[in-house]
């Protein structure tokens, strides 16, 4: 079957734990037309480029697919019918990542130079 990766973006004001059940309800749709959702990540509440529908920051998650087209198509519906979701894109892909994704690579080092960096309470001391 062929391999997809499926990004899409939640509404900032929606909790953490309504975003794991919409994550939960999109992979029992894959699972139903004869899927499997191989890859699941959350990547956090993100800044937009731009505000969309009046939202500066949105819930990013992305689901690596090894899916039918069929799956595909009726997951991409039932995500453009979500009113929680503003954006989505899915693209076919040679092959999903084993391990994290680039952008949970990034937050990780970020957190990382953060614990690293003095704090000025230290540096004015």
Do not use: C
């Amino acid at each position: 079957m062929p391999l997809y990766e499926s990004t899409f973006v939640v509404r900032q004001d929606v909790s953490r734990t309504d975003v794991n059940k919409l994550i939960e309800g999109f992979k029992e749709i894959v699972a139903a037309n004869g899927g499997a959702v191989v890859k699941d990540e959350y990547w956090g509440l993100r800044n937009l480029a731009y505000k969309i529908n009046k939202n500066r920051k949105g819930h990013y998650v992305m689901l690596g697919l090894n899916a039918p087209h069929a799956a595909v198509k009726e997951l991409e519906r039932n995500i453009g019918l979500h009113e929680d979701v503003i954006r989505h894109l899915t693209v076919r892909v040679d092959s999903i990542e084993e391990g994290p994704s680039v952008m949970l690579q990034k937050s990780g080092r970020d957190e990382e130079v953060a614990e690293t960096l003095p704090t000025f309470v230290e540096s004015v001391a």
